[in-house]
């Protein structure tokens, strides 16, 4: 049976970006590294871009986990940190449920390491809880495809909605016309690819 297909608004999503930490990061298996890091720091630039409330989260950073990536904090340093003691579910950590609660954002976009952990379970908590979720997949890693693979079907059975980054800037956009160079640029900071196809219509553009 199809479901209704539940648009992201940027005046209704916040973004969670939960464990990614250094010692974490060297646990992802299924995505390439310069990839995974990349896919995390253009979610971070959509966030940004779009002003939606972010959120930033880290498990046990005394230990293995390690600190927080510092280009997020350098990125957020005004956004709410919340540094668990240890709780591996962050929606078992209170202060990390109320800054989710304070942005008043009833979607959210959730990224994280590793993905049948950091990702899910927050993710799964939040579903049972009324929220709109969105899980942004290529900005999540964990060990394997077999692990993945079955994070994502275990949060997309529950209700959660699977999207790449560049498809959750696309639909949080709307419209090319809204603003074709910001977008553009977005694009082109972390698909190489795509600097491409933006410098050549700059340069029609500069033509005319």
């Known amino acids: 049976m ?7 608004d940027k005046n209704q999503a916040a973004v969670l970006m939960v464990d990614h930490q250094a010692g974490l990061l060297s646990l992802v298996r299924d995505i390439e590294p310069d990839k995974f890091k990349n896919n995390v720091l253009a979610l971070a630039d ?3 871009y779009f002003k939606l409330p972010t959120i930033l989260t880290t498990s046990f950073e005394d230990g293995p986990n390690g600190p927080l990536v510092p280009e997020l904090k350098q990125m957020f340093p005004d956004a709410p940190f919340i540094p668990r003691p240890g709780q591996i579910n962050a929606w078992d950590n209170e202060d990390f449920v109320a800054a989710v609660r304070a942005t008043g954002k009833k979607q959210l976009l959730i990224a994280g390491v590793v ?6 379970f927050p993710a799964l908590s939040a579903i049972e809880e009324g ?3 969105f899980v942004v997949t290529d900005a999540s890693g ?9 994070a994502w079907r275990r949060m997309s059975e529950a209700g959660a909605q699977l999207m790449t980054w560049f498809g959750v800037a696309c639909e949080l956009h709307r419209d ?11 694009f082109s900071n972390h698909i190489p ?5 933006i410098t050549a219509y700059t340069t029609v ?3 005319k």
Do not use: H, M, Q
């Not at 993905?115 to 899910?120: H, L």
């Not at 964990?142 to 079955?150: L, V």
């Open 2 to 8: 199809s479901k209704p297909y539940k648009r992201l």
């Open 205 to 207: 553009k500069g033509g």
């Open 142 to 150: 964990t060990f394997n495809e077999i692990t993945r693979d079955s």
């Open 46 to 48: 959509l966030a940004r």
């Open 115 to 120: 993905t049948e952990v950091c990702v899910a």
């Open 193 to 197: 690819d795509y600097r491409n196809l």
């Open 176 to 186: 090319w016309r809204n603003d074709i160079e910001g977008l553009g640029t977005l």
């Open 131 to 133: 929220f709109e979720v």
